[in-house]
């Protein structure tokens, strides 16, 4: 063994962190303002201007949630104001509905052949059908952007445990050399002490042996000095290194949030698992839709009824009334009025999780972030506040 090794410490008990690092709290979003030097014009531009990036990008998120957030509450709407109705109003709606019903039930007896497809799931391909193209595509693109936000992750996580090994490695070298150090120094006393006794009990001329150890020592001490500057430098660098990469991470992570929540809503509002089901979904839907085209004549009596349905809601200032026609059951039987209103609510839920995270976690902590740093560093309160002025400017909705 050498004489360094001496001071190699045994790393075998570190876990190793890329197999045991999860996933799991990627929606956190870490700011390491402490890592950073705010002093450091350049690291303090890339941090607030990461600030500004994530509210940008949760505001662009929030504008696209919010409008479809109000159509579902617009169909809530709608089924409050039909409860709503004085009895003989709520008779007349129901009475519509009733002949919408019957004339269906003749339309399958008229039918007698075995469906592609449930009603069920007929009926919610006609009411979304404008969607549903776009939608397969839109699912299609997110999954596959998910697996690649995955990927950024993984690799990013990848590379700041590798950045994290580097910084243990410097710390625990850098302490060694200090040890290294010490053990110089007390080796050089008790050579001095050596030469000492030897000069007094002996008589013998030692000033070449001061001469050798101290030039030793002084040469150690020189070079030991030099790879902990070294060391200290590349430490420094690791460390900026990090926190950049956690800057990065905490963007992915949003776009990874945002994404998923996005492929959560459309499978919940299309009660599919994924956009090869919505695909084969849609295409049934296609292929049942041209089958039942073929009775168009059996449904007009279908069609007068509806129309009447729509023009009673209409009315009666019933916001969306179209939307009843594929769902007419639902006026006049309180468990599918009940299972559409828990529809609705549920994709309402999800809708409003999505605007809070960028609302609440994202946008108001990259807000609070920023304001806390005004708060703290004064100095650079004018350039802070001439950046927000820029995002403002550049997004006024945000």
């Not at 402490?34 to 201007?49: A, L, T």
């Not at 549903?132 to 990927?151: H, P």
């Not at 290194?241 to 994404?259: E, F, H, S």
């Not at 073929?294 to 939307?323: F, H, W």
Request: aromatic share 8%; with cysteine; charged share 30%.
């Amino acid at each position: 063994m050498g004489f360094f090794d001496l001071f190699k410490k045994n790393n075998q008990h570190k876990v190793d962190r890329s197999n045991q690092h999860e996933l799991e709290n990627w929606n956190d979003i870490v700011y390491t303002r402490k890592d950073i030097d705010i002093d450091d014009p350049v690291q303090r531009r890339e941090y607030v201007e990461n600030c500004l990036q994530q509210m940008a990008e949760a505001s662009r998120d929030l504008d696209s949630l919010q409008f479809e957030y109000r159509a579902v509450t617009s169909h809530l709407r709608d089924m409050e104001e039909i409860d709503a109705l004085p009895s003989a109003q709520r008779y007349e709606v129901n009475k519509c509905a009733e002949l919408i019903l019957d004339s269906e039930a003749q339309q399958k007896n008229f039918n007698k052949r075995k469906s592609r497809m449930s009603d069920a799931d007929f009926e919610r391909m006609e009411r979304l059908q404008g969607d549903v193209k776009k939608g397969v595509e839109s699912l299609r693109e997110a999954e596959e952007y998910q697996k690649k936000v995955k990927n950024d992750l993984r690799r990013l996580d990848g590379e700041r445990q590798a950045y994290e090994f580097r910084r243990t490695e410097l710390e625990v070298s850098i302490e060694n050399m200090h040890k290294m150090m010490i053990v110089i120094a007390v080796a050089l006393g008790a050579i001095t002490l050596v030469l000492l006794v030897l000069s007094i009990a002996f008589g013998l001329t030692v000033i070449y042996g001061y001469m050798v150890a101290i030039l030793v020592a002084a040469l150690s001490f020189m070079y030991l000095n030099q790879k902990i500057h070294e060391s200290r430098k590349e430490k420094k660098i690791v460390l900026n290194t990090i926190a950049r990469l956690i800057q990065l991470q905490n963007t992915v992570k949003i776009r990874y949030v945002n994404n998923r929540n996005l492929i959560d809503y459309e499978c919940l509002k299309y009660k599919i698992d994924n956009s090869k089901q919505l695909y084969q979904l849609y295409n049934k839907y296609l292929q049942e839709k041209t089958e039942r085209a073929r009775y168009e004549e059996a449904s007009k009596k279908l069609d007068k009824n509806q129309k009447a349905l729509v023009q009673t809601l209409r009315k009666y200032r019933i916001k969306d009334p179209d939307i009843w026609i594929h769902q007419a059951i639902a006026l006049v039987n309180h468990n599918e009025e009940v299972e559409i209103r828990h529809s609705l609510v549920g994709q309402r839920q999800s809708l409003r999780k999505q605007m809070d995270y960028n609302r609440d976690i994202v946008a108001g902590n990259a807000k609070n972030e920023i304001e806390e740093l005004v708060r703290q560093y004064p100095i650079y309160r004018q350039e802070i506040l001439d950046m927000v002025s820029r995002y403002e400017n550049e997004y006024p909705g945000a």
